[in-house]
């Protein structure tokens, strides 16, 4: 694994526009978003719908291409400033090229859609290793399968369902298959848009869980897009929030919540449930620890039986 001195992302004043067909005016999706991602840390991207977070999200994954087919496509790029992801520069990068195909081999994506990308003909066992032989077709199959069986594990599913299809599950263990294939590899960053979508709110937990105990056991970075401000507060370290394509407030949650400037931030402050746990900040320099960390959100007993099926 290639180590990366200094942060996770940098985005230096980033926009990020759609293109349609050929005269019609560019959509500007992200408009000068300036963060940074440090090493080890969880930060939550939190916005409404048509924000501009999932685009951003995409970027920071080399996930832009193109939106859509036929004249309703519109493709993605990154029209100014600049992104910096795992010390690699990204604007203007060809997806062909070297450099980008080792560097989305060091990010792990899960996009909303995951759970329904998974091909109804594999075996979950076979849709979570997929990546691994995507890379090396001579990998060995024996070590293939304790990766694959220790993620199954840590994603709270039975090893029994790796002989399943994928289609014979829910959709609260397809997204947890999706979690378990996104991170199959041991990426250094993992990009997750609305991890929890879809899923039923008796297994939200245990989805969101799974992640944030992933993540302090193998110490990568990540960026989660959340429209929830509760789940977002329980799992990330700090949160980006976005309104009308716009960063409209960066830092810790007490930070960005007990002083909120723009009018979107002040509504999130004065809707917000009851308080929550809060996670306690990342340190500067990443450190390595072998306690889990708090579950996210309510309920830390055992999983009831509806809970370990759904």
Same mark, same amino acid.
């Given at each position: 694994?290639?180590?990366?001195?200094?942060?996770?992302?940098?985005?230096?004043?980033?926009?990020?526009?759609?293109?349609?067909?050929?005269?019609?005016?560019?959509?500007?999706?992200?408009?000068?978003?300036?963060? @940074?991602?440090?090493?080890?840390?969880?930060?939550?991207? !939190?916005?409404?719908?048509?924000?501009?977070?999932?685009?951003?999200?995409?970027?920071?994954?080399?996930? &832009?291409?193109?939106?859509?087919?036929?004249?309703?496509?519109?493709?993605?790029?990154?029209?100014?400033?600049?992104?910096?992801? &795992?010390?690699?520069?990204?604007?203007?990068?060809?997806?062909?090229?070297?450099?980008?195909?080792? %560097?989305?081999?060091?990010?792990?994506?899960?996009?909303?859609?995951?759970?329904?990308?998974?091909?109804?003909?594999?075996?979950?066992?076979?849709?979570?290793?997929?990546?691994?032989?995507?890379?090396?077709?001579?990998?060995?199959?024996?070590?293939?399968?304790?990766?694959?069986?220790? &993620?199954?594990?840590?994603?709270?599913?039975? %090893?029994?369902?790796?002989?399943?299809?994928?289609?014979?599950?829910?959709?609260?263990?397809?997204?947890?298959?999706?979690?378990?294939?996104?991170?199959?590899?041991?990426?250094?960053?993992?990009?997750?848009?609305?991890?929890?979508?879809?899923?039923?709110?008796?297994?939200?937990?245990?989805?969101?869980?799974? &992640?944030?105990?992933?993540?302090?056991?193998?110490?990568?970075?990540?960026?989660?897009?959340?429209?929830?401000?509760?789940?977002?507060?329980?799992?990330?370290?700090?949160?980006?929030?976005?309104?009308?394509?716009?960063?409209?407030?960066?830092? @810790?949650?007490?930070?960005? %919540?007990?002083?909120? !400037?723009?009018?979107?931030?002040? /509504?999130?402050?004065? /809707?917000?449930?009851?308080?929550?746990?809060?996670?306690?900040?990342?340190?500067?320099?990443?450190?390595?620890?072998?306690?889990?960390?708090?579950?996210?959100?309510?309920?830390?007993?055992?999983? /009831?039986?509806?809970?370990?099926?759904?």
């Amino acid at each position: 694994m290639i180590a990366v001195n200094g942060p996770a992302v940098v985005a230096d004043d980033v926009s990020i526009e759609y293109r349609g067909v050929r005269g019609a005016a560019p959509i500007r999706a992200v408009d000068g978003v300036s963060l @940074t991602v440090r090493q080890g840390e969880i930060l939550a991207l !939190l916005g409404e719908s048509g924000s501009g977070k999932s685009t951003f999200a995409a970027a920071i994954a080399g996930q &832009l291409g193109a939106t859509g087919e036929g004249e309703g496509a519109h493709r993605r790029h990154i029209a100014g400033g600049e992104l910096t992801v &795992l010390g690699q520069k990204v604007r203007g990068l060809r997806p062909a090229s070297r450099k980008a195909q080792r %560097l989305s081999g060091r990010i792990g994506y899960l996009p909303q859609d995951a759970a329904d990308r998974l091909s109804p003909d594999l075996t979950v066992g076979e849709a979570i290793a997929e990546p691994i032989y995507a890379r090396d077709r001579r990998f060995d199959r024996k070590e293939a399968g304790l990766i694959v069986a220790r &993620l199954v594990d840590a994603v709270h599913l039975p %090893l029994g369902v790796m002989r399943l299809n994928t289609w014979e599950l829910s959709s609260g263990q397809r997204q947890r298959v999706a979690l378990a294939r996104a991170l199959v590899l041991e990426p250094q960053l993992l990009v997750a848009d609305e991890p929890a979508r879809g899923v039923d709110v008796l297994v939200r937990q245990s989805v969101l869980e799974a &992640l944030a105990n992933l993540q302090v056991g193998r110490q990568f970075s990540a960026v989660v897009v959340s429209s929830d401000l509760r789940e977002a507060r329980a799992l990330a370290d700090r949160v980006a929030v976005m309104a009308e394509s716009r960063l409209v407030g960066l830092g @810790t949650f007490d930070e960005v %919540l007990d002083n909120p !400037l723009d009018p979107y931030v002040r /509504t999130l402050a004065a /809707t917000a449930a009851r308080p929550v746990k809060r996670r306690p900040a990342a340190p500067t320099a990443p450190r390595r620890s072998s306690a889990p960390r708090r579950p996210v959100g309510a309920g830390t007993g055992p999983r /009831t039986e509806r809970q370990e099926n759904a």
